[in-house]
DNA sequence: ATGTCAAACTAACAATTGTTAGTTTTGTAG
DNA sequence: CTACAAAACTAACAATTGTTAGTTTGACAT
């Protein structure tokens, strides 16, 4: 699920994220890091600049990933929109299962960043926009229904950046069928 | 969208609720919110007994809501497994209109509820064991496709969860689309 | 053995936290 | 005008916060 941390910087960001997702940001103290680890609070400050460091570190890194994903998906040739949904949806799956306590942080912290939050947001709005002209063109082209793409933008995104309150209780093996399932029921409905 | 406040205490209450949204519980002090009404700190102890309080007041009002409207729901007679879903969708769209920054505040700091965090756990374990319930009906007698229940649930709660979201920024002549709207993606899918 | 360097430690700081005690102001009913 | 209750105030508290400075430890190459 989550890498081997290679630096001492790295275990620390991987112990902050957990203890963020469980009770936020601004619940969790530096000395509660430290103890997650074994180690005095000041110890940490070897190793990094500041609380808000890691916050930065992990929220970046994620949004990055997205961006970087969300390029590939947009210059894609010679698929349908559906299928640039289905990569969207894949990216979210994946990212999530190897990221899970990074992705509730940024769902849940993002407004804690303070240098780095105007970088955060443009990268959202760049990424919600680009969801945002692939669902209208598969409406151009008839091959999404012709409903606000406002509310479709905000009912998939809604339940994909939700994916990380539920994947961590998950087998390995029903990760790999969710992809599929969440892919019927995001875009053909429950409906028979 | 929120009502006139008729004690002192509901206008703390009111205060706080818009500043948990903003920043989290954990992140706003009683100073802050005495800041907000024009007061000092201390003013706010003639009226409330913690800021604990204050956060178990505004989830377990909610969260009450939402169990009495879905007992409305499970007990309705001679109604397809779908319009139970309609109305499930409806019930959130209408609490969330009413109670925006309340849902945020549910949402995102329920884990910090100390004496009545187990009460509001098993409110919303008995939630969502009705809806599942509602969605293995539907399936069962063919109304609702049978696909797994689970990841149908977790999509439809995810994006009425999210709700507050983005309800906040629309107009109310959008908000009585919404509803129409949301239904026809959530149940139908976007494919054609 | 010795020197080096990363990484831990102790001790302390200034600021901020939720909260209490006791006092003063304010508005309204008699 | 007076009395009373509601609701504000000032001042302070003990605890906790992120962070810094200076020191010690421990492993390893020389």
């Known amino acids: ?20 997702k469980k009770k936020g940001y601004s619940a969790v103290t530096m000395r509660d ?9 000041a110890s940490l400050y070897n190793h990094i600049q500041s609380k808000q460091e890691i916050l930065s570190d992990i929220i970046i890194n994620i949004g990055e990933q997205f961006t970087e994903g969300m390029a590939e998906i947009v ?4 698929v349908t929109s559906i299928q640039k949904l289905e990569r969207i949806i894949k990216l979210h799956v994946q990212i999530t299962i190897e990221n899970p306590s990074r992705m509730a942080t940024m769902n849940n912290d993002w407004m804690h960043l303070e240098e780095k939050l105007e970088y955060y947001l443009q990268l959202r709005r760049n990424y919600e926009e680009s969801f945002r002209q692939i669902l209208k063109q598969g409406i151009e082209k008839g091959e999404i229904k012709n409903v606000s793409p406002e509310v479709i933008l905000f ?12 994947i961590p209780k998950k087998e390995e093996s029903i990760k790999e069928n969710l992809l599929g399932k969440l892919s019927q029921v995001l875009l053909t409905g429950i409906t028979p």
């Open 75 to 78: 210059a894609m040739e010679n």
């Open 1 to 20: 699920m989550t890498q081997k941390p290679a630096t001492r910087k790295e275990e620390i960001v991987q112990t902050a994220e957990m203890l963020f």
């Open 155 to 166: 009912s998939i995104l809604s339940t994909l950046r939700s994916l990380y309150l539920w």
């Open 33 to 41: 890091i430290a103890q997650a680890m074994g180690i005095k609070a």
